[in-house]
T-cell receptor, first 116, second 113 residues
Framework: AQTVTQSQPEMSVQEAETVTLSCTYD???????LFWYKQPPSRQMILVIR??????QNATENRFSVNFQKAAKSFSLKISDSQLGDTAMYFC?????????????FGSGTQLTVLP | DSGVTQTPKHLITATGQRVTLRCSPR?????VYWYQQSLDQGLQFLIQ???????AKGNILERFSAQQFPDLHSELNLSSLELGDSALYFC????????????FGQGTRLTVV
């Protein structure tokens, strides 16, 4: 079974600054996907970024990037130039890449508040 | 808009009752997943269907059941409801393949009183 741990229940950052959210996971799988999802006050779950474990290159999506350390089983999210609209709960998630059972295992989430 | 549609958005019901939550996946997605988000348990996987067949089961109570119909929409049935079943229930869908990210519906907020 997989576990995902987010050790920062809450974080805050000033607008335009950079913030990093931490995530560690435990698995015996060699091939898998990792995701960051964002849940704003509207409660909608929005995919922010994904990373394939077989890729050494860290994924980036505009202001969002990850630091994927496979050996350390670490997957942090960096948000650059933080905006007020980034205020949300952020969830790290794991998914196996083999077979057709593709459920997500989520961490407990980090509530990020961007301060004006 | 993720393309995944869940109805109803809100549901208030009494203990002991039965409710049905409905999900229409994105066009072309064969997999449907149900998740429960509660304050004390976080986001938990309940069950996955793929093209009408059950593919994976998580922490789903025996009082809960689901199915996926030939048109690929899915229903989650919750019976003998208890106060602790109050939660946000999400449906997600995906294409099983190289790009497997799940897209979530807006959720159904269930309140059991």
């Amino acid at each position: 079974a997989q576990t995902v741990t987010q050790s920062q229940p809450e974080m805050s950052v000033q607008e335009a600054e950079t913030v990093t959210l931490s995530c560690t996971y435990d698995t015996s799988e060699n091939n898998y996907y990792l995701f960051w999802y964002k849940q704003p006050p509207s409660r909608q779950m929005i995919l922010v970024i994904r990373q394939e474990a077989y890729k050494q290159q860290n994924a980036t999506e505009n202001r969002f990037s990850v630091n994927f350390q496979k050996a350390a089983k670490s997957f942090s999210l960096k948000i650059s130039d933080s905006q007020l609209g980034d205020t949300a709960m952020y969830f790290c998630a794991f998914m196996k890449s083999s077979g057709s059972a593709r459920q997500l295992t989520f961490g407990s989430g980090t509530q990020l508040t961007v301060l004006p | 808009d993720s393309g995944v549609t869940q109805t109803p958005k809100h549901l208030i019901t009494a203990t002991g009752q039965r409710v049905t939550l409905r999900c229409s996946p994105r066009s072309g997605d064969l997999s449907v997943y149900w998740y429960q988000q509660s304050l004390d348990q976080g986001l938990q996987f309940l069950i996955q269907y793929y093209n009408g067949e059950e593919r994976a089961k998580g922490n789903i109570l025996e009082r809960f059941s689901a199915q996926q119909f030939p048109d690929l929409h899915s229903e989650l049935n919750l019976s003998s409801l208890e106060l602790g079943d109050s939660a946000l229930y999400f449906c997600a869908s995906s294409v099983v393949g190289a790009r497997s990210e799940a897209f979530f519906g807006q959720g159904t907020r269930l309140t059991v009183v």
